[in-house]
């Protein structure tokens, strides 16, 4: 075999081609063939070609000596893969054929029997399964970097003070710590779906063959074992037939990417003059081609826009599955450039938003004087005449006539005189002043996940745990 992994015109037929008298057209094969986007998985095949081999050894359908010499020869392939010696030859109709027809190149006769007791339809249904068992744990590893960066930014900025918004209006003050602790709590919740999944996607499909099992005395449990399944899916037909664990992966990765791009979307508006709250790294931004003042935040903005491209995949795996009878289809085929993509985007995405969050500066005193308007303690107000007995509505009432009155006057709650504070309710003392302050707003609320820096240190305790957790 050539660097290039030209092969004999007899092994590098299509594995179908039998049945055939003239082979397909040109414009055909390059229509169907799908190498260039499954070659990713060629350690994936190996490794279940290698396992499949010693299963065949195994169950006395082949002998040890010919598995043996199918271990040795996949080995070497992927030495020579790995080491650059051995190129893929994008003339294979997929990387099954490849891998099979360059096996044979090497070892002869045995490499013809490692397909034995197999269809390519459990082939890339094992393929896939494992690639995603490899996938995964990288994305949650970098999830986990990005909630301990999270943390790390929560851990300084315990007493940070940052207006909470809700419909984009003032509502009450919290720290940046509580805020950036939400972000990572979404991040969370995505790492415990992407563990779920993979308890659906740890079964093996080997063995299932075409559509309706084998003939021959398959174990394939004991290869299952060899791969480090928990098990085996339980219905042949089904198992071909299933693209739910891309589909799935393609669900969670696409929560991800949204959990992303809303926080993008703050980081764009808090980067803005008339915020100002987060100053972006000149590592982590770009410039105008015209106007030379601009720092802009184009990172935040590429992975909200990606965004859109994740949701696309997801699309398009289920339109693909949602009128295909069982068993395999080759509509299937294209599900792989779809999961692929959101895999690749969702990854750098986590990857990038982290460098570029663990790089920016805060503007505290920014976020401290933005908590100055808006009436953002109205509500501590209420709770402030609950304390002393008042029912809640009420309270609701009377906080809302001292910023009617407020708004009339052109000022904030802490600035109303007295007088018009008794005008309000008799309840109201001299105290109303220092419960009233940002900061006495954000520090009264201590229940369990309030933004009280003492309740936001036991959440950045357990995002720590989680986050450094193996």
């Known amino acids: 075999m050539s660097k290039h992994g030209t092969i004999t015109e007899d092994n590098h037929a299509a594995l179908w081609h039998g049945r055939f008298k003239e082979g397909p057209d040109a414009a055909a094969v390059a229509f169907e063939t799908s190498i260039n986007v499954d070659e990713r998985m060629a350690f994936d095949d190996i490794k279940g070609s290698i396992a499949h081999a010693k299963m065949l050894s195994h169950a006395k359908i082949l002998s040890k000596d010919e598995a043996d010499q199918i271990v040795k020869g996949l080995e070497s392939i992927q030495k020579d893969l790995e080491s650059g010696k051995l190129l893929i030859d994008y003339s294979a109709e997929d990387i099954h054929s490849f891998i099979e027809a360059t096996l044979t190149d090497r070892i002869g006769e045995p490499g013809k029997k490692v397909h034995t007791g197999r269809s390519r339809n459990d082939q890339i249904a094992l393929d896939e399964r494992l690639y995603l068992k490899r996938f995964i744990p990288q994305l949650q590893n970098s999830l986990k970097t990005l909630i301990d960066a999270l943390s790390e930014i929560a851990k300084d900025n315990l007493n940070t003070l940052i207006p909470g918004f809700t419909h984009m209006q003032h509502a009450q003050p919290v720290s940046l710590a509580h805020h950036v602790c939400a972000w990572a709590w979404m991040l969370v919740r995505d790492n415990e779906r992407l563990e779920d999944a993979l308890k659906r996607i740890n079964l093996s499909p080997i063995g299932s063959c075409a559509l309706a099992g084998s003939g021959l005395p398959l174990d394939r449990e004991y290869e299952a074992d060899l791969l480090g399944f928990d098990g085996v899916t339980k219905n042949s037909l089904d198992s071909v037939s299933d693209r739910d664990y891309c589909i799935e992966v393609a669900s969670d990765l696409s929560l991800i990417q949204m959990h992303l791009s ?22 982590w931004s770009t410039g105008s081609s015209i106007m030379p003042q601009k720092k802009n935040p184009d990172f935040a903005e590429l992975i909200r826009g990606r965004t859109g491209k994740v949701y696309g995949d997801l699309f398009a795996l289920l339109t693909m599955m949602k009128a295909l009878p069982l068993a395999y289809d080759r509509d299937m085929q294209e599900d792989k450039e779809s999961l692929f993509d959101a895999c690749d985007t969702v990854l750098s995405c986590v990857q990038v938003f982290t460098y570029m969050i663990s790089s920016a500066k805060w503007n505290k005193e920014k976020m401290a004087a933005a908590c100055k308007g808006g009436y953002l303690n109205a509500t501590d107000v209420a709770d402030y005449l609950v304390k002393k007995g008042m029912p809640f509505r009420t309270a609701h009432g ?22 018009v504070w008794k005008s309000c309710s008799d309840l109201i003392e001299e105290d109303i002043y220092s419960v009233i302050t940002p900061e006495a707003c954000m520090t009264a ?8 820096a003492e309740c936001v240190k036991k959440q950045i305790d357990e995002l720590k745990k989680i986050s450094r957790a193996k």
């Open 262 to 283: 809303r926080a993008c979307e703050e980081i764009v508006l808090w980067s803005t003059t008339e915020f100002g709250f987060v100053d972006l790294s000149e590592k």
């Open 398 to 419: 009377v906080s809302a006539k001292a910023v009617r009155i407020a708004i009339e006057k052109n000022c904030e709650l802490d600035d109303l005189p007295m007088d």
């Open 445 to 452: 609320r201590k229940t369990t996940g309030g933004p009280a």
